[in-house]
């Protein structure tokens, strides 16, 4: 069934050009389908035909609210007074919903700015930008190359390779465990902990993952602590140090601000970058090009690639926090509401043939890294970490290419769009040479 037929079944209440529905009646979308991960061109297009804010059913959330157009995503993300994180400036209580990047234990460490309002977020965010730019500024590109380097070692001599597992996983948590500061002899431990955190989707992952988190949880603070003795590199020192105007960290605000930073940072890098690999080898003319001149080309490449591949499909929920009429539609207090990430990155009134890949689309105005006071982060780490493993893996690996380019898996989970293996053949049949 495609996205235009189940969207067929709903009815709308009301009559005329412009549909008003109401969350109690959510138009029928499958959400999950392998078809919207297949082809997210037409399934967002099917969504934005039934207008730029619809109902809809979400898994985990309920009914919610959802944009449709790059015109609505980008107001409601600006617009952080009508749309809250925190359930009490919408008479609610708790927040508004778990990012689908995060695990169901990390409510235990949900304290973190991405589910704060003003003045809090500004606050924590502020206290981190600080110690995490600072950190980042130092020779950021050339530690992250270098650890690509290392991991792609690992992979000499075999012909066949699972991106996901060899490199696309690894290389991200290695980036953190850097990023952080923790010291190389627990990097193998901690990276497994997380890795089990972060694959936890169902049956027994679940349950593995809860047992795994209350040790994760005691070695993130024994860190904390041997940093507060004796300082070291890295953000855990930096973000002890971090002051603004007389204000510091909690240790436990430290400590959710570290697993924000590792499930925010982990998995939607990893698919940015298995994303932008079976992008390129989809479309050999554009990679073709980008590798005629990749020093020159690869920064605006990556921009296009993350468009085009959108990994984090939607945002987080917020609240509605007044009742409102917002785009046509007639929003009520305490009500939620997602943007469509991928709809946004795909409206062709704000990009010329959005289901092409160009890697030399300009401007591109994506929000592939959202708007708004919560814009991600990471976002210059992220962009670095892509450009750098895409870069370093073709640059050892001219030739490579998909091993099942017709079988591709995709998650079926909703929010975001990656694949659960991507195996490679190293050395392929192509005839170009690394650029
Ligand atoms: C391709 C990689 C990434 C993508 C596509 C991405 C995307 C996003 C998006 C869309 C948001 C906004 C969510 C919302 O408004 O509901 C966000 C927020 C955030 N991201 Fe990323 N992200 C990536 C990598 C990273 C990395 C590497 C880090 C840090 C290590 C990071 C840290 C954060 C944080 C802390 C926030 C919350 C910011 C706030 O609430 O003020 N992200 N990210």
Known sequence: MTSMDSIGGAQPQGTGESSVYSLKAPLRVDLQTLESKKDPFSFFAGLRAAGPVIPLKMPFVGSVWATTTYDATAAMLKNNSLFVQEGRHAGKS?????SWWMPHAIKILSNNMLLKDEPDHRRLRKLVDQAFHRRLVRNMRGEIEALADRILDETEGRDEIDLVEAYARRFPLEVICWLLGLPEENRGKFAEWASHMTSALRGFAVLRMVFTMPGVVRYVREQI???????????ITELLQAEEDGDKLSEDELLSMVFLLLFAGFETTTHLITDSV?????????????????AARMERALEELGRYMTPVQSTKPRYVAEDCEFFGQELHRGENIVGFLAAANYDPAVFEEPDKLKLDR????HLVFGTGIHFCLGMQLARVEAQSAIMRLYGRYPNLELAAPDDLPWIKRFGLRGVFSLPLRLNGGGLRQAG
Do not use: H, M, T, W
């Open 94 to 98: 708790g927040v508004a919903g778990l």
């Open 225 to 235: 602590n041997v940093c507060r003795r004796s300082p070291r590199e890295g953000l």
């Open 362 to 365: 300009l401007p591109n105005p």
């Open 278 to 294: 079976i992008a390129l080898e989809q479309n050999p003319e554009q990679k073709e090009y980008l590798f005629a001149d990749p």
